[in-house]
């Protein structure tokens, strides 16, 4: 009889077992994207000088264009009073997609050197927090260089919007670093090597930062790169946070581009730009599935 009736110990130990909570599962992966993030950010304080690149390349297109366009006869780049407010939208949103479009760099030096496998291996609540981790370097970086542009043009003259339009700056950059952190991210997992993907890199930077509004306005072009720059994400961030600059009333139903087709709203190009980053954010799901799988 003993054999076939459970004590009365037993039948607690069995009704008081633990139930798996869904806000351990978060907090683990919490805890897992942020020691990943800090792990990202002690590589960059051992060798900071991709930060300090980062940073002294867009104060130099600043010192160097901006003298250049020094002379320039007012009206020439649109209600822009000086040259350094036209080119400080363009120099912020390329400085951002060119850091966003190196964040496949480290993903893939550690796919080389081993350290991938490892993280695959490791008994992690979820894969995607070594993804997460990435975005959330490249966002905290881009804000840190896009506070130190907009604080170095205000030193040289152009301005500064006030705090909305700093809030809606910051609301364009996450947009456009977003979308092109996930585009590197799934060439990381993608190409064969760290070559490749610096030879990606390299071919797409200037074709798209001479295809965008970034150093000339729509109507210096001809008519088929007027097309080929309002079909260039870019563009659509460039745009509102140029209007920024020069309309302190702004609002979601401000025109701030002249597009071929038509005009475009600001609220209109946020729109953009979040389909922008959600339709590549989406395409790489399946390979990053693959991938960890």
Not at 83 to 112: C, H, K, S, W
Not at 240 to 252: A, K, S, V
């Amino acid at each position: 009889m003993s054999q076939t009736i459970d004590s009365p110990e037993r039948e607690k130990k069995m009704t008081t077992q633990p139930v798996p909570e869904t806000g351990n599962a978060i907090a683990e992966f919490l805890q897992e994207t942020t020691a990943l993030t800090k792990r990202l950010f002690v590589q960059l304080q051992r060798r900071p000088s991709t930060l300090i690149a980062g940073i002294i390349q867009p104060l130099m297109w600043l010192i160097l264009f901006g003298a250049l366009f020094q002379n320039a006869p007012k009206g020439l780049f649109g209600e822009s009073l000086n040259y350094l407010q036209f080119l400080g939208a363009g120099v912020i949103v390329f400085t951002a997609f060119a850091g966003a479009l190196n964040a496949g760099l480290p993903v893939m030096f550690d796919r080389e050197f081993g350290f991938l496998n490892r993280f695959l291996v490791a008994p992690l609540s979820t894969r995607f927090s070594i993804v997460v981790a990435s975005a959330v370097y490249i966002v905290v970086l881009s804000f840190l260089q896009t506070g130190i542009i907009l604080t170095a043009g205000a030193l040289m003259g152009a301005g500064l919007p006030g705090g909305l339009g700093l809030a809606a700056i910051a609301v364009i950059i996450f947009l456009l670093v977003l979308g092109v952190t996930g585009l590197s991210l799934g060439l990381a997992f993608a190409l064969p090597g760290h070559v490749e993907l610096i030879a990606v890199i390299f071919v797409t930077n200037l074709p798209l930062l001479f295809a965008s509004t970034a150093l000339a306005p729509l109507s210096f072009m001809p008519k088929w790169l007027q097309v080929v720059a309002t079909l260039n994400p870019l563009s659509y961030a460039i745009e509102p946070i140029r209007y920024l600059y020069l309309h302190p009333d702004w609002n979601l139903g401000s025109v701030v581009m002249h597009a071929p087709w038509g005009d475009v709203s600001f609220g209109g190009a946020l729109l953009v730009l979040a389909a922008f980053a959600t339709v590549l954010l989406a395409s790489i799901q399946p390979l990053l599935r693959r991938t960890f799988a």
